[in-house]
T-cell receptor
Framework: EAQVTQNPRYLITVTGKKLTVTCSQNMNHEYMSWYRQDPGLGLRQIYYSMNVEVTDKGDVPEGYKVSRKEKRNFPLILESPSPNQTSLYFC???????????FGSGTRLTVV | DQQVKQNSPSLSVQEGRISILNCDYTNSMFDYFLWYKKYPAEGPTFLISISSIKDKNEDGRFTVFLNKSAKHLSLHIVPSQPGDSAVYFCAVQSTGANSKLTFGKGITLSVRP
């Protein structure tokens, strides 16, 4: 089944404790991206990647890092999480523009 | 500044009737316009899209209309079904280095049986 898999689905952590949210897709898509969803703000792009070793900032990159060492994986790294990063996170991938991204099921992160 | 606006936060429609969801955008340079549907505890699901060179695209019960002069996008669902109850996001996309989706804030559609 073609899908984007994120882990974990739920995570509660403390301020300053480094964490990684994994994302993997099995569709051989070149484009991958991370979004966060917050009440009243919709979905906003954090980082994106056009292909292996090619990543760049989206609209809200502060406090996040990403890497793209393999085509299928695009982890999101929070080096020192803060409470304002409490959010619902989605990973997405796309083969070509306009065809629509395929989204993962989301990771609900709470930073206390 | 918000580039994609969904001004109505919610819409309630009777089963079998038409649902019309509206979306306005500010930048005329976008190449694609998309609609996503989202159920609670799930990721957004791609529904339908339209390129900037077209004014209508139809897929079963779903039709998207694009009015470029008005910078307006709409999604028509006919007939509406209770399973259509969800949050609907419109999104715009440009081709190029970052094919990112810029989303509106979403509209909650409720279809009453």
């Amino acid at each position: 089944e073609a899908q984007v898999t994120q882990n974990p689905r739920y995570l509660i952590t403390v301020t300053g404790k480094k964490l990684t949210v994994t994302c993997s897709q099995n569709m051989n898509h070149e484009y991958m991206s991370w979004y966060r969803q917050d009440p009243g703000l919709g979905l906003r792009q954090i980082y994106y990647s056009m292909n292996v070793e090619v990543t760049d900032k989206g609209d809200v990159p502060e406090g996040y890092k990403v890497s793209r060492k393999e085509k299928r994986n695009f982890p999101l790294i929070l080096e020192s999480p803060s409470p304002n990063q409490t959010s619902l996170y989605f990973c997405a991938s796309s083969l070509v523009p306009g065809s629509g991204y395929t989204f993962g099921s989301g990771t609900r992160l709470t930073v206390v | 500044d918000q580039q994609v606006k969904q001004n109505s936060p919610s819409l309630s429609v009777q089963e079998g009737r038409i649902s019309i969801l509206n979306c306005d955008y500010t930048n005329s340079m976008f190449d694609y316009f998309l609609w996503y549907k989202k159920y609670p505890a799930e990721g957004p699901t791609f529904l339908i899209s339209i390129s900037s060179i077209k004014d209508k695209n139809e897929d079963g019960r779903f039709t998207v209309f694009l009015n470029k002069s008005a910078k307006h996008l709409s999604l028509h669902i006919v007939p509406s079904q209770p399973g259509d109850s969800a949050v609907y996001f419109c999104a715009v996309q440009s081709t190029g280095a970052n094919s990112k989706l810029t989303f509106g804030k979403g509209i909650t559609l409720s279809v009453r049986p």
